[in-house]
């Protein structure tokens, strides 16, 4: 699938790029860009996989999803049954998640010019939390359907 998102910001096209490649090579479903702004930032989720971007741009990448939802996607990744899936194995595959789309994304800016390190992920979990920026910071964020599930992938330049 090609990444058709309005404006100009490569990187943004590249993280969007990155998530359809990843659902498809990786997870076996098939992501799709959901272009309703109704509802343009998530308030909060039930599992949120997290990775710091540095760079000539300083960031946080992160995937934000409801606890159903990450257990339909892991349970793609993984060939468990949702039912199968335990916590560990959510927090586990999140991370994971969103360790392969920064690995993608990374892959598709090479050649660019810009050069990025990422560091491993981490996962933040708790039912109905939010992110809370101290000061205004510049950032996105995308919507995703696959399957059934929602998530979130959002981008804090600092």
Sequence with gaps: ?????????????????????VFEMMVGMEANHIMDESDDQLSEGDITGVMIIQGDRKAMLYLTLKRNDAAEIVSYMTGMTVAEVTDEDLYDGVAELVNMIAGRAKALLAGTGDHYTIT??????????????????????????AGEAKLYLGLTYF
């Design 1 to 21: 699938m090609e990444v058709k998102l309005g404006g100009n910001d490569f990187f943004q096209k590249c993280l969007a790029q990155a998530v359809f490649d």
């Design 120 to 145: 491993p992920p981490f996962t933040i979990v708790g039912n109905g939390h939010f992110i809370v920026y101290k000061k205004e910071v510049s950032k996105f964020t995308m919507k995703f359907s």
